[in-house]
């Protein structure tokens, strides 16, 4: 296994050292940084499993840094260093907010050589299963397994699907959220085979409900990296004819950013796959940077808008705004819409009465097991929710006048 990596940045030259000194007592691979700038630069080619943050310095440069985190290193074990009295104020938020790593452990100047010890030794301990040979160690033993999040019909009520969400059953550190490990394995080869396993296992789930009668589609996660090989198209579509799954019951979910890293490639693979009759969902709308040019040449059949969009959307009127405009473009160009991260009743009527078709979120369920998802099925089907649906009621507060 490879060892830890951590990067520490300190405006202090001095404690940067300090800390890595410390750190490499306890095995790690360890550089001190003290610039954003730099910061950038090292860690594109160092890669560190950890980062020590100093959140004086998120005060000052802190945007840099953070995008940066969120964009390219969700992986890392973020370790913020505050003040002797603790108090971080905004740059904690600005960290928590910046849809980055999460923060691992909080460290306070000054920092005794025993206390740092403890935290690179217990962090280093839990992190360090994730590496290249440990994903495809997980992948071997098939370790990783599907959840199910169900999509709401909005008119209706009743479930259209499901979105199929993978989580690694890692044996010492329990359930992994994709977050943790999908960025790493995003840049190695282990990818390919990850994608495997989701679509051969949501064609299996889809196989054993359609052999109880319970008819329902699933949306798969793609990555950019799977769109490297014209092959994909072929590939997927083969799986399903060995599942005797018809192809337009699985959905390919792609992000924004993803179909955009090479829009050539992608029409031409998208194409393939929309030409053999699969779906096509472009996720996380509205956060990356499509031109309108490229996404209406784009052969996508429904769009998803990103949950950061819809969170605040009962409060701000800017949010509500840029939703509804993302609805009216999706609908002039032919595409279905669906909003994801709905988290309450006052969210779903907004992007309800703003013409979104259909959602998922926290407030109608959390991503389930099979045997949840299927007992779901059987009680929030077309049929089943005619009767009894209770988050599409009819005297729900009308928010429509606030946009
Ligand atoms: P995504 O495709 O946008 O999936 C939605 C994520 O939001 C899921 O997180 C889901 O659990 C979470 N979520 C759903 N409703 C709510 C809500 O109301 N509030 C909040 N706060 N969160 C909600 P999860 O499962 O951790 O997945 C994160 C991301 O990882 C996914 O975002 C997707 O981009 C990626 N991912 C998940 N499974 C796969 C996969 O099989 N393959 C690939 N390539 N990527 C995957
Ligand atoms: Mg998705
Ligand atoms: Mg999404």
């Excluded at 909003?339 to 979120?361: K, P, W, Y």
């Excluded at 929030?380 to 006048?401: E, M, P, V």
């Amino acid at each position: 296994m490879t060892p830890s990596r951590v990067l520490i940045i300190d405006g202090d030259q001095a404690v940067g050292s300090y800390i890595a000194a410390i750190a490499a007592k306890s095995g790690f691979a360890a550089e001190a940084v003290t610039s954003a700038e730099e910061f950038r630069q090292r860690i594109a080619t160092l890669r560190p499993s950890h980062v020590v943050l100093d959140l004086r310095l998120v005060a000052t440069q802190g945007d840099e840094l953070l995008r940066e985190l969120a964009a390219n290193h969700q992986a890392v074990r973020l370790m913020v260093m505050t003040d002797n009295d603790g108090s971080v104020g905004p740059a904690s938020r600005l960290v928590e907010f910046s849809n980055g790593p999460k923060i691992a452990a909080t460290l306070r100047k000054p920092l005794s050589a025993a206390d740092l010890s403890a935290v690179f030794e217990d962090t280093a301990d839990a992190v360090g299963a994730i590496d290249e040979a440990a994903l495809q160690q997980a992948v071997d033993n098939r370790q990783f397994h599907l959840v199910f999040q169900p999509k709401i019909d909005l008119t209706h009520g009743h479930t259209v699907g499901f979105e199929a969400l993978l989580r690694w059953h890692h044996p010492r550190r329990g359930i992994i959220l994709p977050g943790e490990f999908l960025p790493l394995a995003e840049t190695l080869a282990v990818m390919d085979e990850l994608t495997t396993i989701v679509i051969d296992r949501a064609l299996d789930q889809l196989r054993r409900w359609s052999d109880q009668g319970l008819e329902t589609t699933l949306a798969v996660n793609v990555s950019a990296v799977n769109l490297k090989s014209f092959r994909f198209a072929d590939r997927v579509y083969q799986s399903c004819l060995k599942a005797g799954i018809a192809p337009d019951r699985l959905i390919i979910e792609l992000t924004e950013t993803a179909a955009m890293a090479d829009p050539v490639r992608a029409m031409d693979i998208m194409t393939r796959l929309r030409l053999k009759g699969f779906r096509l969902s472009i996720d996380d709308f509205g956060t990356g940077y499509s031109s309108l040019v490229q996404l209406q040449r784009l052969p996508f059949s429904e769009l998803k808008i990103d949950r950061a969009l819809i969170i605040d959307c009962d409060r701000s009127r800017q949010s509500r705004i840029i939703v509804k405009a993302i609805i009216d473009l999706a609908r002039n160009l032919g595409l279905s819409t669906i909003a994801e991260g709905i988290e309450t009743a006052e969210t779903l009527n907004v992007v309800r009465e703003l013409g979104c078709q259909s959602a998922q979120g926290y407030h109608f369920a959390r991503p389930l097991d099979a045997v949840q998802a299927e007992t779901w099925l059987k009680t929030h089907s077309r049929a089943a929710a005619a009767d009894s649906c209770t988050w599409i009621s009819s005297n729900s507060q009308s928010l429509a006048g606030k946009t």
